[in-house]
């Protein structure tokens, strides 16, 4: 069993979207019961409310029902409960690298580390865009999900 959180900055438009996409991505490989799944974001303006109305409809498009999400924060308990925080950008990942408790389970990385091409590029935030970068963070997250399973299953969680 790997688990794995995704985060953002606002939890209403990219994590939600990398985690549906990736549950997408291991529910088509008949791989969903090896997986932990949920996304969580930095910053709590947010706590309790729903995905952003355009990453739902831009879900909606490739068989994705964001609906039910609600977002929530990084806790504390995370970095021990998780295998891998997945930032979605730079700020994302310097935001849990200064959460992060000494006695730390997860490993952090960058979600675009597991793409085989732009490795290291930030999902760029599409909450003050249009309806385009909403398109652009679900392909960016079906390119790096494939990456994230074989990674994850050629890796285990060690427990
Ligand atoms: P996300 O996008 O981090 O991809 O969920 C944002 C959502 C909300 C805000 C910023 C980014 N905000 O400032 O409220």
């Known amino acids: 069993m790997t688990r ?7 939890n209403i438009c990219r994590s939600p979207i990398a985690e549906a996409v990736f549950r997408q991505h291991v529910a088509t490989l008949g791989v969903s019961d090896q997986y932990v799944l949920d996304s969580a974001g930095t910053g709590a303006w947010h706590i309790g409310g729903p995905a952003d109305s355009r990453g739902i409809a831009a879900c909606a498009e490739v068989g994705i029902d964001l609906n039910s999400h609600r977002a929530r924060q990084v806790q504390p308990s995370d970095f021990m409960e998780y295998d891998y925080l997945i ?12 959460l992060e408790p000494t006695q730390c389970r997860a490993k952090l990385a960058l979600m675009m580390d597991f793409c085989d091409v732009d490795t290291g590029q930030d999902i760029p935030d599409p909450y003050y865009g249009d309806d385009a970068g909403f398109d652009l963070a679900i392909e960016l997250c079906q390119r790096a999900s ?14």
């Open 4 to 10: 794995i959180l995704f985060v953002c900055l606002g």
């Open 87 to 98: 930032g979605m950008d730079q700020n994302n990942l310097q935001t849990l690298r200064g």
């Open 146 to 159: 494939a990456g994230l399973h074989h990674y994850c299953q050629s890796r285990g969680t060690g427990r």
